[in-house]
C-alpha cells in the first residue's frame, strides 16, 4: 500500500490538470497560429506562469486498490501481481489466466 501523502498528492495534480487543461491547450493552439516571435513569448509566458502541477507529463498512472505507480496495466488500472490475484481468483471477466 502506497503512503496516504502521496496518493492524496497525485489527487491533487490531477484535480490542477483538469482545472488547467482547456488554458493549456488554447494556448499551444494560440502559438502555433502566432507568426511572429515576440507574441510567441507572450504566450509561452503565460503558459509558464501556470502551476508546475498543472502538466500533465507530472501525472503518474497509479493501481486502483494499492496506489503502487509501477507495474500498472491500463486497462485495468491495477498494477501486475494485484491484476494477477484478481485473474486468478475469477474476479476479472473475459481475462485468461496463465501461470509462471
Known amino acids: 500500500m502506497a503512503k496516504k501523502s502521496l496518493i492524496h498528492r497525485e489527487k491533487k495534480r490531477q ?3 483538469q482545472k488547467y487543461h ?3 491547450r488554447s494556448s499551444k493552439k494560440e502559438i502555433t497560429k502566432v507568426p511572429s516571435l515576440s507574441e510567441k513569448w ?3 509566458g503565460k503558459l509558464q506562469s501556470s502551476p508546475r502541477n498543472s502538466a500533465p507529463t507530472r501525472l503518474r498512472r497509479r493501481c486502483f486498490s494499492t496506489g503502487r505507480p509501477r507495474a500498472n496495466y491500463r486497462d485495468f488500472g491495477l498494477s501486475g501481481h494485484i491484476l494477477r490475484e484478481m485473474v486468478h481468483a475469477c474476479l476479472l471477466p473475459g481475462a485468461t489466466r496463465s501461470s509462471w
Open 42 to 44: 507572450k504566450i509561452h
Open 15 to 17: 484535480k490542477l490538470e
Open 22 to 24: 482547456l488554458i493549456r
